[in-house]
């Protein structure tokens, strides 16, 4: 079993979009946690989406947030933005 990583984005920037791709090949299996109509979500490279709404987030409604965590267990959550 390959080593899970999460990518969490708030933002909807380009900065991230290039990560999917680098960490499948380096071996992990890839999850991410955004908006599913972002620019990190067009990523073919991402094996888990988690849809995410920023705003509730910022509210501080974090069940969907525990939820992915806890479904895709993944070794490490990088953040994508500085939110």
């Known amino acids: 079993m390959r080593p899970r ?3 969490v984005a708030l933002a909807d920037w ?3 979009t290039r990560l999917p791709r680098a960490l499948r090949q ?3 299996e890839v999850g ?3 908006d599913p109509n972002g620019l990190l979500a ?3 490279h991402i094996d888990y ?3 995410l709404n920023a ?3 910022r509210l501080g ?3 969907p947030v525990l939820r992915a965590v806890g479904e895709f267990t993944p070794r490490l959550v990088v953040p994508c933005d500085e939110a």
């Open 49 to 51: 989406r988690f849809s």
């Open 61 to 63: 409604v974090l069940g």
């Open 42 to 44: 067009q990523s073919r």
């Open 32 to 34: 991410m946690l955004a």
């Open 5 to 7: 990583i999460l990518l």
């Open 26 to 28: 380096a071996g992990f």
């Open 14 to 16: 380009f900065g991230p």
């Open 55 to 57: 705003e509730n987030v």
